[in-house]
């Protein structure tokens, strides 16, 4: 069983960063795809950013050239670099692993907000 443990998460004003940790247990790390989604409150849940075991990237456009996702396999830990942060980035966002089966992690708080 592989565990998410997620961080970093709080409130920021608009134009504001904060960077996201997510820190995955008893697992071969280094060759799984790790990406981070998030869920505004009735909304469903959206793909934020992926990176492969290669470290190659993806992104939504909504967050393309604000947002930067990296790993440090060392670590076990994939983070979500978040910069201009706007009222819309405000969700729940979740650490996913997928190595086989997917592993999700219990969400942490975005809130932009002045």
């Known amino acids: 069983q592989v565990q998410l443990v997620e961080s970093g998460g709080g409130l920021v004003q608009p134009g504001g960063s904060l960077r996201l940790s997510c820190t995955a247990s008893?697992?071969?790390?280094?060759?799984?795809?790790m990406a981070w989604y998030r869920q505004a409150p009735g909304k469903q849940r959206e793909l934020v950013a992926v990176?492969?075991?290669?470290?190659?990237?993806t992104y939504a456009n909504s967050v393309k050239g604000r947002f930067t996702i990296s790993r440090d396999n060392a670590k076990n830990t994939v983070y979500l670099q978040m910069n201009s942060l706007r009222p819309e980035d405000t969700a729940v966002y979740y650490c996913?692993?997928?190595?086989?089966?997917?592993?999700w992690g219990q969400g942490t708080q975005v809130t932009v907000s002045s």
């Open positions: 996913q692993l997928a190595r086989g089966l997917v592993y």
């Open positions: 990176i492969f075991d290669n470290a190659s990237t």
């Open positions: 008893r697992t071969a790390f280094s060759i799984a795809t």
